[in-house]
């Protein structure tokens, strides 16, 4: 199994650009999120989806959509990027929603300019 | 407003001194998972603890949840260089659909 996988690794925006950060994961887990993470405040919920057609937002949505069409897929697009969306992001994936292990991928770091 | 407030955020030590992460929130979780993250990577889970009260052991770590199931401690006697990295509190909110609630995370650096 490949686990939770992202890419890009890496990317460049200028502002206004948009863009889809991909994220799949071969579990056949019904729980995905992305999460982003900046300095000194760990990780932050942005939207997360409990099952295939189901999606919800979490603590910092704006600016963020997202879509679940298949179970192993979960893309976040960014609109209209902005400065403040330089960060990295992390997709993850668990059996169900709770108290269960969360398996991540290895990130991708934005830069917005 | 943090949710999850973990101290301390920078932890410097030499090889073999103990040290003490702590994980603390005005509410309660029905459970709260530990992380460690290398640099580049994404965070992987050392534990989870369910019970208030509950202590679980990994080697050299002691992870204990409170009896109220509002805080949370990590404890590492005789660190090493490897467990350099940075460590990561969550918590599952109780009546949230169990989204996680992650901690600020603790940069930890032990010197030999």
């Known amino acids: 199994n490949a686990g939770v996988t992202q890419t890009p690794k890496f990317q460049v925006l200028k502002t206004g650009q948009s863009m889809t950060l991909q994220c799949a994961q071969d579990?056949?887990?019904?729980?995905m999120s992305w999460y982003r993470q900046d300095p000194g405040m760990g990780l932050r919920l942005i939207h997360y989806?409990?099952?295939?057609?189901?999606?919800d937002q979490g603590e910092v949505p704006n600016g963020y959509n997202v879509s679940r069409s298949t179970t192993e897929d979960f893309p976040l697009r960014l609109l209209s990027a902005a400065p403040s969306q330089t960060s990295v992001y992390f997709c993850?994936?668990?059996?169900?929603?709770?108290?269960?292990?969360?398996?991540f991928g290895p990130g991708t770091r934005l830069t917005v300019t | 407003t943090q949710l999850l407030e973990q101290s301390p955020q920078f932890l410097s030590i030499q090889e073999g001194e103990n040290l003490t992460v702590y994980c603390n929130s005005s509410?309660?979780?029905?459970?709260l998972q530990w992380y460690r993250q290398e640099p580049g990577e994404g965070p992987v889970l050392l534990v989870t603890?369910?019970?208030?009260?509950e202590v679980k052991k990994l080697k050299r770590l002691t992870f204990q949840f409170g009896d109220a199931r509002k805080d949370s401690s990590l404890l590492i006697t005789a660190a090493q260089p490897g467990d350099t990295g940075l460590y990561l509190c969550?918590?599952?909110?109780?009546?949230?659909?169990?989204?996680?609630?992650f901690g600020q995370g603790t940069e930890l650096s032990v010197k030999p």
């Open positions: 993850a994936s668990s059996y169900v929603v709770g108290d269960y292990e969360q398996y």
């Open positions: 969550a918590g599952a909110l109780v009546n949230q659909g169990g989204k996680l609630i």
């Open positions: 579990m056949n887990h019904e729980y």
């Open positions: 509410s309660v979780f029905s459970s």
């Open positions: 989806s409990v099952g295939a057609g189901i999606t």
């Open positions: 603890v369910v019970t208030g009260g």
